[in-house]
């Protein structure tokens, strides 16, 4: 008996810290599940992209990152790279030479809900998920104080270049 106990209770101490593991958001009902898609535009060797790409992997799982690598150096990026020009040009209104990464957050069913240039800190990017949505997707804008919405022809542009929704 003590044998079933004791497991019992080491089952418990590992599922209960688990039960909170997810890619998922739960809305204020508790039913509704969204689930987040990251793209991120860049090169291996940006650290930032790597930050970036590590972050989403631990919030929203290898499966729901898209790495999109640049370097035009590279066998095979010339239509990632052509997009993250399209993409620099929404947030830094210029050409090719945004900083990187560019990061495009969508939702499972490829809903634009967010845009912008670089790494955001954990807690910024909870900050994004709790504030946006499908009918008022944001974007930050390069050398900006934070995060805004995107104007109507700039979300179609991003729809557009991306293919989403």
């Not at 790597?50 to 972050?55: F, N, P, T």
């Not at 030479?97 to 499972?108: E, F, I, K, N």
Request: include cysteine.
């Amino acid at each position: 008996m003590r044998k079933l106990v004791a497991i019992l209770v080491l089952v418990i101490a590992v599922a209960v810290p688990l039960a909170g593991c997810t890619n998922s958001s739960q809305g204020d009902n508790g039913n509704a599940q969204v689930t987040y898609k990251m793209r991120i535009y860049g090169t291996e060797s940006c650290p930032y992209c790597q930050r970036m790409k590590d972050l989403s992997i631990e919030m929203f799982g290898a499966t729901n990152t898209i790495f999109a690598e640049i370097n035009p150096a590279i066998t095979g990026t010339e239509a990632n790279l052509q997009k993250f020009c399209i993409l620099g040009s929404v947030l830094a209104a210029g050409d090719c030479s945004a900083p990187t990464p560019v990061v495009v957050l969508t939702d499972g069913e490829d809903h634009l809900l967010a845009l912008w240039i670089g790494y955001v800190e954990k807690s910024e990017l909870q900050k994004i998920l709790d504030n946006t949505s499908v009918d008022r997707p944001l974007y930050w804008p390069y050398n900006s104080e934070g995060f805004i919405p995107l104007t109507e022809d700039k979300v179609n542009k991003v729809r557009e270049t991306l293919g989403l929704k």
